[in-house]
T-cell receptor, first 115, second 112 residues
Framework: KAGVTQTPRYLIKTRGQQVTLSCSPI?????VSWYQQTPGQGLQFLFE???????NKGNFPGRFSGRQFSNSRSEMNVSTLELGDSALYLC??????????????FGPGTRLTVL | GDSVTQMEGPVTLSEEAFLTINCTYTATGYPSLFWYVQYPGEGLQLLLK?????DKGSNKGFEATYRKETTSFHLEKGSVQVSDSAVYFC???????????FGTGTKLQVIP
């Protein structure tokens, strides 16, 4: 079974631009979560989607948004990019909804560099 | 809110040495606990998990026991290999849909 895939793997943007990252979960998984990983802040939760609905959101500004499609694929958008948005963005999928015992499976991440 | 505290790294060990990476947590209720590993240039891989008190998770020679009385989930391995060099993250899932709280990560370097 294919794992979580993320595209693109690497991205370079300039300040003020916007960017869209894509995530395809493991087949059959309906929950998709997004995380930002930086050396200074570590792994921080962005948001989680299930059945096209955002059910949980971390403490990030409104410039960070996402959506999920009917096939469970998810996109994340960052508008008006800032230098501090440079990070590895990780997507994770899981099988069931709301179960704290459920395991998240991570993709390889998208490395975003903002110049 | 929920939090996870890991020992600071980097940790440098010789091959075949014993490994312990400490992890303690703060959470309401009864969270599930996880160890993830991240190899250079890759995403996170689940290493092991435990979902209730006194459970022991194990995988690839690594073990961790869910200790509710000490709110700990320390990672151990009896004999590390060079291929174990990576960053290890302790995490918990306790509240909210799929909101996983991670520790800061501990970098392990194993030298031959």
């Amino acid at each position: 079974k294919a794992g979580v895939t993320q595209t693109p793997r690497y991205l370079i943007k300039t300040r003020g631009q916007q960017v869209t990252l894509s995530c395809s979960p493991i087949s059959g998984h309906r929950s998709v979560s997004w995380y930002q990983q930086t050396p200074g802040q570590g792994l921080q939760f962005l948001f989680e989607y299930f059945s096209e609905t955002q059910r949980n959101k971390g403490n990030f500004p409104g410039r960070f948004s996402g959506r999920q499609f009917s096939n469970s694929r998810s996109e994340m958008n960052v508008s008006t990019l800032e230098l501090g948005d440079s990070a590895l963005y990780l997507c994770a999928s899981s099988l069931v909804s709301g179960a704290q015992t459920d395991t998240q499976y991570f993709g390889p991440g998208t490395r975003l560099t903002v110049l | 809110g929920d939090s996870v505290t890991q020992m600071e790294g980097p940790v440098t060990l010789s091959e075949e040495a014993f490994l312990t990476i400490n992890c303690t947590y703060t959470a309401t209720g009864y969270p599930s606990l996880f160890w993830y590993v991240q190899y250079p240039g890759e995403g996170l891989q689940l290493l092991l998990k435990a979902t209730k008190a006194d459970d022991k998770g194990s995988n690839k020679g690594f073990e961790a026991t869910y200790r509710k009385e000490t709110t700990s989930f320390h990672l151990e391995k009896g004999s590390v290999q060079v291929s174990d060099s990576a960053v290890y993250f302790c995490a918990l899932s306790g509240g909210g849909y799929q909101k996983v709280t991670f520790g800061t990560g501990t970098k392990l370097q194993v030298i031959p």
